[in-house]
């Protein structure tokens, strides 16, 4: 038997960074997939775009973790996946959690969501050293979630395009980007403080602006949201160049998502085809794509 799972990737309309602090945020699932098959075997394989391994933790890090994690069952396991590798889009939480559920499932191991979602952070903090739980529970439950509190929000009813700068795309980007805002925050405190909790506001106001279906406002929010992280140093031209692109195209906003330092941004909008045409005349890769209530599904 082969059992395959897919989990999804996500965005932030708002609050990276500050959500690191305990401000609230708002995080949504995207249509972006990553699907992962599992079949008993004699030994443990590992196939992606990138080979063919056993348990590697250099090459394959989330998935021989997700096996480890789960008693080290001998399956071959093959990865395929609609979500750019470490540009922000929550790449490295849906390939870990649509493991964790594949092997769950294929080995009957009775796991039930909330588990899978909590291993998957483990494992996420174990191989980057530091994570919120953000990624992993999104992927898990899908929909458009606040954190801290896990309330789940209205599904906006507007398009997404995702500019990806193809840059900054490290596996410890991340990790360097919070320390350099924690830096700030500390040289700073009397300035730093009020942008962070600034950018915790945003959830707030933003959960009922998507009660109101208020895509309007919702974007000029994500405008301030992307000055404030480029405030917050986490910029980059690249990323500046296509959220303008994009605003410019008639997107209702556009900012950074994740954690900055390049990979993607994400514009808010009703014409994707035009911000996709804009983004890309400006030199990202696009993808247009849509908020999704399913999280880790059996395929
Ligand atoms: C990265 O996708 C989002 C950050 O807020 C870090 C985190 O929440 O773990 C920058």
Do not use: W
């Amino acid at each position: 038997m082969t059992t395959t799972c897919s989990a999804p990737g996500k965005i932030y309309l708002f609050g990276e960074h500050a959500v690191v602090y305990g401000e609230p945020a708002i995080a949504c699932a995207v249509d972006l997939r990553t699907r992962i098959s599992v079949e008993k075997s004699d030994a443990i394989t590992i196939s992606s775009d990138i080979g063919t391994t056993g348990l590697d933790f250099d090459i394959h890090p989330y998935v021989s973790a997700a096996i480890k994690k789960l008693g080290c069952m001998e399956t071959s396991i093959k990865i395929t996946s609609d979500i750019p590798m470490g540009s922000g889009l929550g790449s490295s939480a849906a390939v870990t959690i649509a493991t964790l559920a594949a092997i769950n499932i294929e080995f009957g191991l009775g796991h039930d969501s909330a588990e899978l979602a909590r291993m998957g952070h483990e494992i996420e903090k174990e191989i980057q050293g530091a994570a919120s739980p953000t990624d992993t529970y999104v992927s898990t439950f899908g929909g458009v979630v606040e954190i801290p509190s896990r309330k789940r929000l209205e599904i906006p009813g507007c398009g997404i395009v995702v500019g990806n700068t193809n840059k900054g795309a490290t596996p410890k980007k991340t990790a360097r980007l919070v320390k350099q805002v924690a830096t700030l925050k500390e040289d700073y405190p009397e300035i730093v403080n009020p942008i962070i909790k600034t950018i915790g506001s945003f959830a707030v106001k933003g959960e009922s602006l998507l009660q109101k279906k208020d895509y309007c406002s919702l974007g000029e929010l994500m405008n301030v949201n992307h000055g404030l992280l480029d405030a917050l140093g986490v910029g980059t031209a690249e990323l500046s160049s296509l959220v303008y692109a994009a605003r410019n195209a008639g997107a209702f906003g556009a900012k950074i998502t994740g954690a900055g330092g390049g990979g993607c941004m994400v514009a808010l909008t009703d014409s994707p085809d035009e911000v996709a045409s804009a983004i890309e005349a400006a030199g990202g890769k696009v993808i247009i794509t849509k908020f999704t209530s399913k999280g880790v599904i059996r395929e």
